[in-house]
C-alpha cells in the first residue's frame, strides 16, 4: 500500500508564504511525476504544479512566478514553496503521485494524499 501524508497547510496573510510537504511511504519503487491540486470550495479541482522524476516542471498560469515544485526522488517527497499568497489562492491542496510503480515489472498507479487546506486572508 502507498500512502500520500501532505503537511505545511495553514492561515497565512495575503503576501505570506507557506511551504506544502508531500511524503509518499510504502513499497515504491519509482514515481513518474509528482503534482499539486488544489479545490477551493464549490469549484473544481484542478491542477497547480507537477514535476517529473527528471525534473521537468508545468505551472498554472495563476500561481507563475509566485510558486515553485521541487522533489527529492531519493525521499519520494515533493514541496511546494508559496510565496506571494492572494486569497484566491484558498483552497484544499491535494498531492498527487502519478505512475507509481512497486517493482521494475508493475505497472504505474495513480495516489491521492487526503489534502491539506491553506487559507490565505486579506
Known amino acids: 500500500q502507498v500512502q500520500l501524508v501532505e503537511s505545511g497547510g495553514g492561515l497565512v496573510q495575503a503576501g505570506g508564504s507557506l511551504r506544502l510537504s508531500c511524503a509518499a511511504s510504502g513499497s515504491i519503487y519509482s514515481i513518474n511525476r509528482m503534482g499539486w491540486y488544489r479545490q477551493a470550495p464549490g469549484k473544481q479541482r484542478y491542477l497547480v504544479a507537477s514535476?517529473?522524476?527528471?525534473?521537468?516542471?508545468n505551472y498554472a498560469d495563476s500561481v507563475k512566478g509566485r510558486f515553485a515544485i521541487s522533489r527529492d526522488n531519493a525521499k519520494n517527497t515533493v514541496y511546494l514553496q508559496m510565496n506571494s499568497l492572494k486569497p484566491e489562492d484558498t483552497a484544499v491542496y491535494y498531492c498527487?503521485?502519478?505512475?507509481?510503480?512497486?517493482?521494475?515489472?508493475?505497472?504505474?498507479?495513480?495516489?491521492w494524499g487526503k489534502g491539506t487546506l491553506v487559507t490565505v486572508s486579506s
Open positions: 514535476i517529473t522524476s527528471a525534473g521537468i516542471t
Open positions: 498527487n503521485a502519478n505512475g507509481v510503480r512497486r517493482s521494475i515489472h508493475s505497472g504505474g498507479m495513480d495516489y
